[in-house]
T-cell receptor
Framework: GQQLNQSPQSMFIQEGEDVSMNCTSSSIFNTWLWYKQDPGEGPVLLIALYKAGELTSNGRLTAQFGITRKDSFLNISASIPSDVGIYFCAGPCTSGTYKYIFGTGTRLKVLA | NAGVTQTPKFQVLKTGQSMTLQCAQDMNHEYMSWYRQDPGMGLRLIHYSVGAGITDQGEVPNGYNVSRSTTEDFPLRLLSAAPSQTSVYFC?????????????FGSGTRLTVV
């Protein structure tokens, strides 16, 4: 079945550093969404991407829809302690219009 | 505006017991779904509903039942709990069934089956 692989699985960074993570798919996606999950909470939508090559920002976060439509990237600039959490990519499953699949997540830990 | 409300927040069950996880949303969203989250496996879709009276299976439906009698509520039933159902369960809703507008998630139910 479809899979979304995220890398890295986890990362420790110093406060103020920039962070990059990516998500790759075994098949083409028409929509990419990035979510963040704070500890003990449900995921919250950060950014949605709808077109190959699209670059979208939300504050210090920037996400890109890969040209091949099989990948997406999320960058966080000047990280702060509240950036800690799990970042998920997600997209609509080709086996059904009303189904999403989520990536395995990138766990981010920020050292003050 | 409460968003998506899940109850209970924590639950311990014995193997073979049954229970219902509650989910309610006040945003008039037609689409609702249940996910389970396990370490290293992301979120996996259990069941979903595109409107009152309509439900369908997701990726991992075995051992779970759902019904949707109202737009607001989408309960998830475990008929005979098994240790493999130990997980964190999330309910999510969206205005568009395709989800391209993004899902609103509840804060989760942490279930342990012993």
């Amino acid at each position: 079945g479809q899979q979304l692989n995220q890398s890295p699985q986890s990362m420790f960074i110093q406060e103020g550093e920039d962070v990059s993570m990516n998500c790759t798919s075994s098949s083409i996606f028409n929509t990419w969404l990035w979510y963040k999950q704070d500890p003990g909470e449900g995921p919250v939508l950060l950014i949605a991407l709808y077109k190959a090559g699209e670059l979208t920002s939300n504050g210090r976060l920037t996400a890109q829809f890969g040209i091949t439509r099989k990948d997406s990237f999320l960058n966080i600039s000047a990280s702060i302690p509240s950036d800690v959490g799990i970042y998920f990519c997600a997209g609509p499953c080709t086996s059904g219009t009303y189904k999403y699949i989520f990536g395995t997540g990138t766990r981010l830990k920020v050292l003050a | 505006n409460a968003g998506v409300t899940q109850t209970p927040k924590f639950q311990v069950l014995k193997t073979g017991q049954s229970m219902t996880l509650q989910c309610a949303q006040d945003m008039n969203h037609e689409y609702m779904s249940w996910y389970r989250q396990d370490p290293g496996m992301g979120l996996r879709l259990i069941h979903y509903s595109v409107g009152a009276g309509i439900t369908d299976q997701g990726e991992v439906p075995n051992g779970y039942n759902v019904s949707r009698s109202t737009t607001e509520d989408f309960p998830l039933r475990l008929l005979s709990a098994a240790p493999s159902q130990t997980s964190v369960y999330f309910c999510a809703s969206s205005y568009l069934g395709t989800g391209i507008d993004g899902y609103t998630f509840g804060s989760g139910t942490r279930l342990t089956v012993v």
